[in-house]
C-alpha cells in the first residue's frame, strides 16, 4: 500500500553509480560482482544467498540499463558466470 512521503525524514534522488564511476578500466566483473560493488560492498564480499539473490534484483536491470557503455564476456567455463566490463 502507497506510503504518504511525509512519512519519510529525508528523501535523496534516485540516482546509481555510471559505468564509469563502479567498475576498473581493466577488470571484467560478474554480475555477483556488480551487485556488491552497486551496494558499497566489496566484489568479493561474503553475504548469504538470499541477501545475493536481492542484490542481483538491482544488478541485472542496471547492466542492461548500461549495456552500451560495457563489453561482454562469456564463461570460460561451464560452471563459471560471464562477465562485464568498461567498454573502452
Given at each position: 500500500?502507497?506510503?504518504?512521503?511525509?512519512?519519510?525524514?529525508?528523501?535523496?534522488?534516485?540516482?546509481?553509480y555510471t559505468p564509469a564511476e563502479l567498475l576498473e578500466d581493466d577488470q571484467m566483473y560478474s554480475v555477483y560482482e556488480i551487485a556488491r560493488l552497486?551496494?558499497?560492498?566489496?566484489?568479493d564480499a561474503d553475504i548469504d544467498r538470499e541477501t545475493e539473490d536481492i542484490l542481483l534484483d538491482w544488478a541485472i536491470p542496471w547492466v542492461m540499463t548500461n549495456a552500451d557503455d560495457l563489453v561482454v564476456a562469456e564463461p570460460r567455463d561451464e560452471d563459471e558466470p560471464g562477465y562485464y566490463g568498461l567498454k573502452e
Open positions: 500500500m502507497p506510503v504518504p512521503k511525509s512519512e519519510f525524514e529525508s528523501l535523496p534522488p534516485c540516482d546509481f552497486l551496494q558499497g560492498l566489496e566484489p
